[in-house]
C-alpha cells in the first residue's frame, strides 16, 4: 500500500455481511494485518459488537485450514486441485441430467450483486436445480408482511428516526437487534437530545409492548410484559382505536391502559410517529403496522419504502423443508452448502442430518469443520471477510466493495469464488474474486450515477485514470458507491386483520444471544461480553418469567 510506515496502522474501507445485509467499516491494518474494526465515518451505521469480533474470528486457530475429504472419522487431507477435478466431471454430468434437476444450493442470505449474478447464471445453466435460502434468524414474517400489505409486492421499510416524536414497538429489539439498529439507535438519541434544544424542548417517546426485556424495552417510556401471543391482540386494539381498522380486541386493564397512552400520544403525534414489529411475529402483524403507518401520516417522513432484495427468496423454512424432503426421497445427487451450519441450526423436527446422509455428494464451504462440515464429504475452507473480494448492500441498498487485506491465512475462498468454479472449467485461484466483482460493476453499471465529489475530499484522486477504472478506484478507496441507496418506493397499504390466537399456558421464543445464532461460539470477546441484561457470560439461557418458576 502506498505511504506504508512500518509501525504505523493504515485504514481501509470495507464491509462484513450478516443475514443478507451488508456493513459498512473500516478496518485498521497494522503491518500488513488487520487488527481493529472501526466504524465509517461516511456511512451512517455504526459496527456493533458481532462486526468488532470479526478480528478474533481472522485468527481464530481452529479455523478450518484446508480441504478436507471424508465424513466423521474417516477425513482425510485434500487441496483444492483434486477437489476442483472431482467437481469439474460432477458438473458436467448434472448439468446433462435433467437441467441439474439433482444438483442443489443451499445459501445464507445475501446481498451481494455478484453472488446474485451467478445465481442467476447457474439458474440458466441448470433451469432445474434447486437454490435454497436459509439462515435460523430470518427476516421472513417481516417479508411476507409487506406482501399482504401491498398485494404481493415486497418492499423494505426504512425508518428515520431521528424526526420520529412516538415509536412503538411491538415485540421488535428495534435499537439493538433489528438489521438497522445501529443507525436506529443514533436515531433515537437524536431524539431523545432534542430535549435539550431551548427554543423548541421536545422528547421523543418510546412504548414497547414485547414478551421479554430486550435493550429497546429498557429505554421504555411505557413498556408492557405480555406473552407473545397477545401482542397481536394490543396492536388491533391500537388499529381499532386509530380507526384503522374494525372489531374489537379484547384486553386487560393493564393492556387497556397502555393502548390509552399510546393511541393519545399517536394522534398528538401524528406525521411523526413509527410503529413496527419483530422478526417473530406473524405476517399478518406486520401488514398491520404498515396499514396504521399510513393511516398516522408517517409515510415519506418517518417511514419510506424501497425495493427488497431478499423477494425472490421463498419463506426459508418452507423451503428447506422442500428440500429436505428431496433430499430424505433421494432426488438430490449433489448438495453444495455455502456458509451456515444446517445439521445445528435447522428445526429439529425437519431432520436435516438424517437427510443429509441420504445425499451421495456433499460440500460444505464454511469457516470451521463444524457439525454439518463433519456430515459432509468435503469441508472446504472459507476466506474471511478480510480475506477476499465482495459486494453487498446497506440496509437502505447503497452498493459497498469488500477488499482484503490480507492474502487466506488457511487457503480459503470465498462463496463467489466457488460457485464461479461450479460455472466454470478453469481452476479459480485468489484473486478471481476480484475479477468476478469487477465483471458485476461492469455488466451492471453499479458505478453509474455515483455522487463521488460529496464523498471525497481529494477531488484529485485518480486523476490520471477516466471512465469506469476512474470509479472503481474510488468505489474501493470509500468501500460504498455513494447515491446507489434504493431508491423510494410508493405503495399503498391495505388493511389486514391480523389472527387473534388464544394464549397458551407456555410460550416459547427463540431469539439470538451473545453470539448471534451460534456462528460466533467461538469468539471469546463475545462469550465473556456480560448480556447487557440479564448480565449472564458464558451461556445461552432459558429465561422464565417469575410467576412460572
Request: aromatic fraction near 8%.
Amino acid at each position: 500500500p502506498e505511504d506504508l510506515i512500518p509501525g504505523v496502522p493504515n485504514y481501509f474501507a470495507s464491509m462484513a455481511e450478516r443475514g443478507g445485509v451488508a456493513h459498512p467499516m473500516l478496518v485498521a491494518s497494522f503491518d500488513g494485518r488487520p487488527i481493529k474494526v472501526e466504524s465509517h465515518p461516511k456511512a451512517g451505521y455504526a459496527t456493533d459488537a458481532f462486526d468488532q469480533a470479526l478480528i478474533l474470528q481472522q485468527y481464530d486457530p481452529e479455523r478450518l485450514r484446508d480441504v478436507v475429504y471424508g465424513k466423521q472419522e474417516k477425513m482425510s487431507g485434500s487441496s483444492w486441485t483434486t477437489f476442483e477435478g472431482w467437481l469439474r466431471g460432477k458438473t458436467a454430468s448434472l448439468g446433462q441430467d435433467n437441467g441439474g434437476a439433482k444438483f442443489a444450493v443451499l445459501a445464507e442470505p445475501s446481498s451481494s450483486p455478484t453472488l446474485l449474478r451467478l445465481k442467476a447464471k447457474l439458474k440458466a445453466a441448470m433451469p432445474n436445480a434447486s437454490w435454497v435460502t436459509y439462515e435460523p434468524l430470518s427476516q421472513d414474517s417481516v417479508i411476507e408482511g409487506a406482501k399482504l400489505a401491498f398485494d404481493g409486492k415486497a418492499v423494505r421499510t426504512q425508518y428515520d428516526v431521528s424526526k420520529a416524536r412516538v415509536i412503538a414497538c411491538f415485540d421488535c429489539d428495534f435499537l439493538s437487534a433489528h438489521p438497522s439498529a445501529t443507525k436506529n439507535a443514533r436515531g433515537w438519541a437524536v431524539g431523545r437530545k432534542s430535549a435539550d434544544d431551548k427554543k423548541n424542548p421536545t422528547m421523543n417517546r418510546m412504548y414497547v409492548v414485547e414478551p421479554g426485556m430486550t435493550i429497546t424495552g429498557s429505554v421504555a417510556d411505557e413498556r408492557l410484559p405480555i406473552k407473545p401471543s397477545r401482542v397481536a391482540h394490543v396492536l388491533v386494539a391500537v388499529a381499532v382505536a386509530l380507526g384503522v381498522s374494525a372489531g374489537e380486541a379484547k384486553l386487560e386493564p393493564v393492556e387497556q391502559s397502555f393502548v390509552d397512552k399510546l393511541v393519545a400520544d399517536l394522534k398528538a403525534g401524528s406525521g411523526a410517529s413509527i410503529i413496527v414489529a419483530g422478526a417473530n411475529q406473524p405476517a399478518d402483524v406486520h401488514a398491520l403496522t404498515h396499514a396504521i403507518n399510513k393511516a398516522l401520516g408517517n409515510l415519506d417522513n418517518t417511514v419510506t419504502y424501497s425495493d427488497e432484495y431478499a423477494a425472490d427468496d421463498a419463506s426459508q423454512v418452507e423451503s428447506l423443508k422442500a428440500l429436505v424432503g428431496k433430499m430424505a426421497g433421494g432426488e438430490i445427487d449433489t448438495l453444495l452448502i455455502l456458509g451456515g451450519n444446517p445439521v445445528f441450526d435447522a428445526p429439529a423436527d425437519l431432520k436435516f442430518g438424517e437427510a443429509l446422509a441420504k445425499v451421495p455428494n456433499t460440500i460444505k464451504l464454511g469457516l470451521y469443520r463444524d457439525e454439518t462440515a463433519i456430515d459432509c464429504q468435503w469441508a472446504l475452507p472459507a476466506a474471511t471477510s478480510f480475506e477476499c473480494w465482495g459486494d453487498g448492500r446497506w440496509y437502505d441498498g447503497t452498493i459497498a466493495v469488500q477488499q482484503p487485506l490480507i492474502l487466506p491465512l488457511f487457503n480459503g475462498r470465498s462463496a463467489i469464488e466457488l460457485l464461479a468454479g461450479v460455472l466454470s472449467d478453469k481452476s479459480l485461484a485468489q484473486p478471481a474474486g476480484y475479477q468476478l466483482v469487477r465483471e458485476t460493476f461492469t455488466a451492471q453499471e453499479l458505478l453509474k450515477g455515483a455522487k463521488f465529489d460529496e464523498h471525497l475530499t481529494d477531488k484529485g484522486y485518480a486523476a490520471e485514470l477516466v471512465g469506469f477504472e476512474k470509479d472503481w478506484r474510488r468505489a474501493v478507496h470509500l468501500g460504498f458507491v455513494p447515491g446507489s441507496a434504493s431508491k423510494k418506493v410508493y405503495v399503498d397499504a391495505k388493511t389486514v386483520a391480523p389472527a387473534l390466537a388464544a394464549a397458551g399456558a407456555t410460550e416459547v421464543v427463540f431469539k439470538h444471544s451473545s453470539v448471534y445464532d451460534g456462528r460466533f461460539a467461538n469468539s471469546p470477546w463475545l462469550q465473556e461480553c456480560p448480556d447487557a441484561i440479564t448480565k449472564v457470560v458464558w451461556d445461552s439461557p432459558l429465561l422464565l418469567s417469575v410467576p412460572d418458576m
